[in-house]
């Protein structure tokens, strides 16, 4: 019952959580002896005795009476207005069957008769009942998953609660691709609040309620942002409305484009950056080519794959990017592997939220098995296990986190520390932990190699935008 006093929300859809503004450390009983929250009455055991003719395999019954210490007008909205509430548990050890059952006490001075409130009522016994079923069948339960363990849920929840609130309705509204646009809209907003309250505690002179839209990122030491295989762009503009200068690139146009293509300019490239040039748009069709596996196409194969139609033709991204840039992979698929190397060589953070297996040839392949033999073995553990290893190959100390939202792919990994030496490929005795282009290609080749990565790659040119 404490639990659901601190977490209403396990029985409210309505409520991310409750803020616990004061707890009393203990209440008074009658003899002045302190106890935690409460007080219990204790009776003495009944002896049991075996009488004549009569069965001693008889339902055994619990009660448990809860009588909150507040009046009806002092009772939260989510909670019952009754005066007390009783679990009643009952065994029948010949059938080996029990039942459980929720009993409320109303209080005397406050009319429920009302159809409004008997089943306001009984739908909170239901949820009650479904709750207390749930945890009583969960004696053995080990949890896999933990949340929260980056960012703490009150920060992530106020974060989101924000951006949702202004501009979830608008986004829903004017949503121009065929997907479904909750699933995305509130799928980015959530993994924007994240992103917002992560980098808030990466960059220590940074604040992020003192940037606006205007301020150009000026509010602190965040050096920028790129998402890799934007899609439909929404993350990369929400961003952009929070004043958070970066862009995305992918190899398909999207319809969204045209309406998410404002916000902060990209932050140029050292060495291409001029006063004079216009802002590159924040939204840009290329198509990203390592510089360092460029060799392996023939020049012939180069003109083949940027010459995708007669009235388009994709730019090659190199895939570095300035130093300290923020690198994102949101269900970037094809490019989910190469995340950690691309960030390795460029010495950026990331995040990559993985989605479809994809190896390093750009061919769909079933990873091999979790290394940790307690995970599950679902193609999408194999495939996070996967990308962590190529990650830690590269020599990141990899974070995870399980994001809260609506996605069953909800799984981020996180590079923003080097292992130094703990490189587990040879780097060349450097022992700085940094990576080069050898080291790079050292780690694609112990993971299959680019082979067929040409034949991948025009096949994706010529089709159709996927559903991201």
Same mark, same amino acid.
Request: aromatic content about 10%; hydrophobic content about 35%; charged content about 20%.
């Given at each position: 019952?404490?639990?659901?006093?601190?977490?209403?929300?396990?029985?409210?859809?309505?409520?991310?959580?409750?803020?616990?503004?004061?707890?009393?450390?203990?209440?008074?009983?009658?003899?002045?002896?302190?106890?935690?929250?409460?007080?219990?009455?204790?009776?003495?055991?009944?002896?049991?005795?075996?009488?004549?003719?009569?069965?001693?395999?008889?339902?055994?019954?619990?009660?448990?009476? &809860?009588?909150?210490?507040?009046?009806?007008?002092?009772?939260?909205?989510?909670?019952?207005?009754?005066?007390?509430?009783?679990?009643?548990?009952?065994?029948?050890?010949?059938t080996q069957t029990g039942t459980i059952s929720i009993? !409320?006490?109303?209080?005397?001075?406050?009319?429920?008769?009302?159809?409004?409130?008997?089943?306001?009522?009984?739908?909170?016994? &239901?949820?009650?009942?479904?709750?207390?079923?749930?945890?009583?069948?969960?004696?053995?339960?080990?949890?896999?998953?933990?949340?929260?363990?980056?960012?703490?849920?009150?920060? !992530?929840?106020?974060?989101?609660?924000?951006?949702?609130?202004?501009?979830?309705?608008?986004?829903?509204?004017?949503?121009?691709?065929?997907?479904?646009?909750?699933?995305?809209?509130?799928?980015?907003?959530?993994?924007?609040a994240f992103l917002i309250e992560l980098w808030a505690?990466?960059?220590?002179?940074?604040?992020?309620?003192?940037?606006?839209?205007?301020?150009?990122?000026?509010?602190?030491?965040?050096?920028?942002?790129?998402?890799?295989?934007?899609?439909?762009?929404?993350?990369?503009?929400?961003?952009?409305?929070?004043?958070?200068?970066?862009?995305?690139?992918?190899?398909?146009?999207?319809?969204?484009?045209?309406?998410?293509?404002?916000?902060?300019?990209?932050?140029?490239?050292?060495?291409?950056?001029?006063?004079?040039?216009?802002?590159?748009?924040?939204?840009?069709?290329?198509?990203?080519?390592?510089?360092?596996?460029?060799?392996? !196409?023939?020049?012939?194969?180069?003109?083949?794959?940027?010459?995708?139609?007669?009235?388009?033709?994709?730019?090659?991204?190199?895939?570095?990017?300035?130093?300290?840039?923020?690198?994102?992979?949101?269900?970037?698929?094809?490019?989910?592997?190469?995340?950690?190397?691309?960030?390795?060589?460029?010495?950026?953070?990331?995040?990559?939220?993985?989605?479809?297996?994809?190896? !390093?040839?750009?061919?769909?392949?079933?990873?091999?098995?979790?290394?940790?033999?307690?995970?599950?073995?679902?193609?999408?553990?194999s495939l996070v296990d996967w990308v962590a290893h190529?990650?830690?190959?590269?020599?990141?100390?990899?974070?995870?986190?399980?994001?809260?939202?609506?996605?069953?792919?909800?799984?981020?990994?996180?590079?923003?520390?080097?292992?130094?030496?703990?490189?587990?490929?040879?780097?060349?005795?450097?022992?700085?932990?940094?990576?080069?282009?050898?080291?790079?290609?050292?780690?694609?080749?112990? &993971?299959?190699?680019?082979?067929?990565?040409?034949?991948?790659?025009?096949?994706?040119?010529?089709?159709?935008?996927?559903?991201?």
């Amino acid at each position: 019952m404490m639990n659901l006093v601190l977490n209403p929300n396990l029985n409210s859809t309505w409520l991310f959580r409750a803020d616990v503004l004061y707890d009393s450390d203990s209440v008074k009983d009658d003899d002045g002896e302190g106890n935690q929250n409460g007080h219990a009455d204790s009776t003495p055991t009944i002896i049991t005795h075996d009488v004549h003719g009569m069965n001693r395999y008889r339902t055994l019954s619990s009660l448990i009476i &809860y009588f909150p210490h507040a009046s009806h007008q002092d009772i939260p909205y989510y909670h019952p207005k009754v005066r007390g509430i009783a679990h009643l548990h009952q065994w029948n050890p010949s059938t080996q069957t029990g039942t459980i059952s929720i009993h !409320f006490l109303p209080f005397p001075d406050l009319g429920q008769d009302t159809p409004e409130e008997a089943l306001k009522l009984s739908r909170t016994a &239901y949820h009650l009942l479904e709750t207390i079923n749930k945890h009583g069948h969960a004696q053995n339960y080990v949890k896999r998953v933990h949340h929260d363990v980056v960012v703490p849920r009150r920060r !992530f929840q106020d974060r989101y609660a924000l951006l949702k609130s202004k501009y979830a309705r608008s986004l829903v509204e004017t949503w121009a691709e065929k997907t479904d646009p909750t699933k995305h809209v509130f799928e980015d907003l959530g993994i924007a609040a994240f992103l917002i309250e992560l980098w808030a505690g990466m960059y220590p002179s940074f604040d992020p309620d003192s940037i606006t839209p205007t301020s150009g990122g000026q509010g602190g030491e965040f050096p920028g942002f790129v998402d890799m295989a934007c899609g439909n762009g929404l993350l990369v503009y929400i961003l952009n409305q929070e004043g958070f200068p970066g862009w995305g690139f992918d190899v398909r146009r999207r319809k969204s484009w045209a309406q998410y293509s404002v916000g902060p300019p990209p932050p140029p490239s050292p060495s291409s950056a001029r006063a004079s040039a216009p802002s590159p748009p924040p939204l840009q069709e290329r198509l990203l080519l390592p510089d360092f596996i460029l060799s392996s !196409f023939s020049p012939d194969q180069q003109q083949q794959i940027l010459s995708a139609g007669p009235d388009r033709a994709l730019s090659l991204h190199g895939g570095s990017f300035p130093k300290g840039t923020f690198i994102i992979s949101n269900h970037g698929d094809e490019l989910t592997p190469w995340t950690p190397i691309l960030a390795g060589l460029s010495q950026c953070p990331f995040i990559v939220i993985p989605c479809c297996s994809h190896n !390093f040839a750009g061919e769909r392949f079933r990873a091999p098995p979790p290394r940790d033999k307690s995970k599950p073995k679902s193609a999408y553990a194999s495939l996070v296990d996967w990308v962590a290893h190529v990650a830690e190959d590269c020599g990141w100390d990899v974070e995870t986190e399980m994001l809260r939202i609506p996605s069953t792919r909800n799984t981020c990994m996180l590079g923003r520390r080097r292992g130094g030496t703990a490189c587990r490929v040879e780097n060349n005795g450097s022992g700085n932990g940094e990576m080069d282009e050898a080291m790079a290609m050292a780690v694609v080749e112990k &993971y299959g190699g680019v082979k067929g990565y040409f034949e991948a790659v025009s096949k994706l040119v010529k089709s159709e935008a996927r559903g991201h």
